[in-house]
């Protein structure tokens, strides 16, 4: 079965640092890879997808994410993080080939520091 | 937004009472979901629907039901409420035309058993 794993629970950066997210899937082949923001009290935002093709792909609010087939790895990045991107970050995983379920990680929650 | 609309947003109710949590979709998307959050477990898969009265079960299904007698309903009942059950609810939809894009979420319902 696939899995999603996010070793970070919980990060705290200051505003105007970088960002680094990290997801590590497992899985035999290659699956789309989303990551999903969430602020508190509200549903999940799409910030970004994969499914094939160039392995950087940019998303909304200046977010991009990177696919590393030979790590099994899908981190999320951003260059300089605001104070209004505290939130919860969730990486997920479909398996393609007809599937339409997600499984999603555990979360990371993310502090910025003013 | 996408259009879904998950009612209550709120709920407190008693063990061993039964409930019921709708989502309505104005999308017109194949694919229905339910998702339970709690912490330190991310989103988990309760049930999910890929069309009028064609359900299947998840990864944690035990003690939910569900049902969609229409396109733009899918209904999650609790038969028996129990305090393991207090979580947030999610409803989330995907469009099922061929290959799975992404998921809309709702904003989610919190329930609480006491």
């Known amino acids: 079965a696939q899995s999603v794993t996010q070793p970070d629970i919980h990060i705290t950066v200051s505003e105007g640092a970088s960002l680094e997210l990290r997801c590590n899937y497992s899985?035999?082949?290659?699956?789309?890879l989303f990551w999903y923001v969430q602020s508190p009290g509200q549903g999940l935002q799409l910030l970004l997808k994969?499914?094939?093709?160039?392995?950087l792909v940019q998303g909304i609010k200046g977010f991009e994410a990177e696919f590393k087939r030979s790590q099994s790895s899908f981190n999320l990045r951003k260059p300089s993080v605001h104070w209004s991107d505290a939130a919860e970050y969730f990486c997920?995983?479909?398996?393609?080939?007809?599937?339409?379920?997600?499984?999603f990680g555990k979360g990371t929650k993310l502090s910025v520091i003013p | 937004d996408a259009g879904i609309t998950q009612s209550p947003r709120h709920k407190v109710t008693e063990t061993g009472t039964p409930v019921t949590l709708r989502c309505h979709q104005t999308?017109?998307?194949?694919?229905m979901y339910w998702y339970r959050q709690d912490p330190g477990h991310g989103l988990r898969l309760i049930h999910y629907?890929?069309?009028?009265?064609?359900?299947d079960k998840g990864e944690v299904s035990d003690g939910y039901s569900v049902s969609r007698s229409k396109t733009e309903d899918f209904l999650l009942t609790l038969e028996s409420a129990t305090s393991s059950q207090t979580s947030v609810y999610f409803c989330?939809?995907?469009?099922?035309?061929?290959?799975?894009?992404?998921?809309?979420f709702g904003q989610g319902t919190r329930l609480t058993v006491v």
């Open positions: 989330a939809i995907s469009a099922g035309t061929g290959t799975f894009t992404e998921a809309f």
């Open positions: 899985y035999g082949a290659t699956p789309y």
């Open positions: 994969y499914f094939s093709g160039d392995t």
């Open positions: 997920a995983v479909n398996s393609g080939a007809g599937s339409y379920q997600l499984t």
């Open positions: 999308e017109n998307h194949r694919y």
């Open positions: 629907s890929y069309g009028v009265k064609d359900t």
